[in-house]
């Protein structure tokens, strides 16, 4: 009977294996191949007009130097960072918002959420294109409306004082459901009780949500937040589309900057040691970020 069991084991194990192996070999070939030639490559001079420097590590660290003195990166990182703090702080402002107003069970908000989740599922490109309409000052309704009523309608997208903030409007509006739709579901899931408690103790509306809601929402607060700060770091259709980066260099961020430097002028070696530079700086905000906020708590 033992033999058996192990015989039978040992052939599921195997089938497990045979199942996972196409899998693992993509995940290598499509993600673990090119990561670490990324890597490598930020170790040379890889220039595309110069197919020898494709090998050379004369001078691993070259790049890595030159990023500590180029004003122009220190410049994107700045605009990185100003762009993740915004963009994620306002959608989970607004999806806390929308999903406190939301939280109950009824046919028509039902349907209501459905509207909220068109902006997360339209592709970026098509996003970038709408938010173009919206900001090109000749076929904006909203610019249009605004000059019929003797208001001030600037193209953001052109203003070095409102360009990063268009940017940060359209991604809020594209990516605020994500947060929305998380902490909905944290919010259906909270058990009923400490709050009938608290209402029996006669507390108000705000203690309730500031001493009972908010800190049973923390685990979902801490994902969503995590999950939305890696995508901004990877922010690329929307200023691609709308500013290219500018005016100047107001809305290029790291990530951009990277692309510049590899497709534009084809320094794919620094481009490469920017992009390893992102990603650790990446890795180490989260694993802050969790050390900080979720060090009390379990996230599941």
């Known amino acids: 009977?033992?033999?058996?069991?192990k015989s039978f084991a040992i052939i599921r194990r195997r089938a497990f294996q045979t199942g996972v192996f196409p899998s693992v070999i993509v995940l290598v070939v499509v993600t673990i191949l090119p990561a670490l030639y990324l890597l490598v490559t930020a170790f040379t001079p890889l220039n595309l007009t110069r197919p020898e420097t494709a090998w050379d590590f004369s001078m691993p660290f070259n790049n890595f130097s030159l990023l500590i003195n180029d004003a122009r990166f220190l410049n994107s990182v700045w605009v990185q960072f100003k762009l993740s703090l915004f963009t994620v702080t306002l959608q989970l402002l607004a999806g806390l918002a929308i999903a406190l107003l939301l939280n109950k069970r009824s046919?028509?908000?039902?349907?209501?959420?459905t509207v909220f989740l068109v902006p997360m599922v339209l592709p970026p490109i098509v996003v970038a294109i709408i938010w173009k309409v919206l900001y090109t000052p000749d076929i904006s309704p909203i610019l249009w409306a605004l000059r019929s009523m003797n208001l001030p309608a600037p193209s953001a997208i052109t203003d070095p004082?409102?360009?990063l903030w268009a940017i940060i409007l359209a991604d809020v509006w594209e990516w605020f459901p994500f947060t929305m739709l998380m902490l909905l579901a944290a919010l259906q899931m909270m058990p009923e009780e400490p709050i009938e408690a608290a209402k029996v103790d006669g507390a108000t509306a705000w203690q309730?949500?500031?001493y009972i809601i908010l800190p049973l929402l923390r685990p979902a607060l801490l994902v969503?937040?995590?999950f939305r700060?890696?995508?901004s770091i990877k922010a690329f259709p929307l200023i691609y589309i709308l500013t290219d980066g500018g005016p100047g260099t107001v809305t290029e961020v790291t990530n951009?900057?990277?692309f510049i430097q590899a497709f534009n002028f084809s320094y794919l070696g620094f481009s490469s040691s920017i992009t390893v530079v992102?990603?650790?700086?990446?890795?180490?905000?989260?694993w802050w970020i969790i050390k900080l906020v979720g060090e009390r708590v379990e996230i599941e």
């Open 224 to 226: 969503s937040g995590l």
């Open 278 to 286: 992102m990603v650790g700086a990446t890795f180490l905000l989260s």
């Open 161 to 163: 004082d409102l360009a």
């Open 208 to 210: 309730i949500f500031l």
């Open 107 to 113: 046919r028509f908000l039902e349907a209501c959420r």
């Open 1 to 5: 009977m033992n033999g058996r069991v």
């Open 229 to 231: 700060l890696i995508d």
């Open 256 to 258: 951009y900057y990277a």
